[in-house]
């Protein structure tokens, strides 16, 4: 690790890690919506995939990384990403193992560390890289925001945007992200989530936003909605 960063870490003794909030704080779909894509084995992960009904752009895809309700979860999220216009891949890092809509997080979680979520994205990005796709758009919400902060710290993707994300570390993620990487950002986030709250993405401004973070930093503040917000999709 670069001396700064370490450094950075230190002084960031203080950080907040950004907690799950639990099942009952999320806005789940009120109806079974029809997926128009479908569940496909890349490289051993299931992956559920969505294409667009026109023409698209082979050499770019959206990473799609679910919340904890993962695949399971009859929103269909990937279907709009893909009406987008874009080809969209949501692999299943949650192992075969989603949160039930009524499920404990906490108990969830132990069995859902990075070290066994992170191997099944990393497949499906080698995959879709091997296949030509050279623009790797991630998408990442609540849970999914955490790994979508990975990928760009790391430097794997193209861009990345997440929704109410979970599990971070403000500041110190964004402060590593400052210090590694060159792949644009966008946060979305709830005025009422209790998780990554109003104040901490004023502290994650405050180390990226005013041209802090020069490959880009876009926050947008929805009001007036509460964490699993960007998740609740309409009838199409
Ligand atoms: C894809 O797999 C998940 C997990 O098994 C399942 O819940 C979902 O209904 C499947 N989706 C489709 C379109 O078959
Ligand atoms: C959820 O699981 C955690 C850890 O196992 C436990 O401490 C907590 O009491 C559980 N919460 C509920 C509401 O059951
Ligand atoms: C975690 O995984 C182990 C091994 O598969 C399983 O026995 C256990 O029930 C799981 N824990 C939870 C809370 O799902
Ligand atoms: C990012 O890099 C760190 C440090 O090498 C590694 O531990 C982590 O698994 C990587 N995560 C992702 C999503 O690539």
């Known amino acids: 690790m670069q001396l700064f960063v370490f450094l950075s870490l230190l002084a960031a003794a203080g950080a907040v890690v950004v907690p799950f909030v639990d099942s009952s704080g999320h806005f789940h779909p009120p109806t079974d919506i029809a997926p128009r894509g479908k569940n496909t084995t890349i490289n051993g992960i299931l992956t559920y995939v969505s294409l667009p009904k026109e023409k698209f752009d082979p050499t770019t895809a959206v990473l799609m990384l679910t919340d904890v309700f993962g695949l399971p979860s009859p929103d269909n999220l990937a279907d709009q990403w893909a009406a987008a216009g874009f080809a969209t891949y949501a692999p299943d890092y949650l192992n075969g193992d989603a949160l039930p809509p009524d499920g404990n997080v906490t108990a969830w979680a132990v069995n859902h560390t990075e070290a066994v979520s ?61 210090a590694q990487s060159h792949v644009p950002v966008e946060i979305n986030n709830a005025e009422l989530d209790t998780g990554f709250t109003p104040a901490l993405a004023v502290e994650t401004d405050a180390v990226m936003d005013d041209g802090q973070y020069p490959p880009g930093y876009f926050r947008r503040q929805f009001d007036d909605v509460a964490h699993g917000f960007a998740v609740l999709s309409e009838t199409p």
């Open 118 to 178: 992170t191997p099944p994205i990393l497949a499906v990005i080698r995959a879709l890289k091997s296949h030509g796709i050279r623009k790797i758009a991630a998408t990442g919400y609540c849970f999914g925001g955490l790994f979508t902060t990975r990928l760009i710290q790391n430097n794997t993707i193209t861009v990345g945007t997440m929704a109410h994300p979970s599990l971070l570390n403000v500041p110190t993620d964004f402060e590593l992200m400052k």
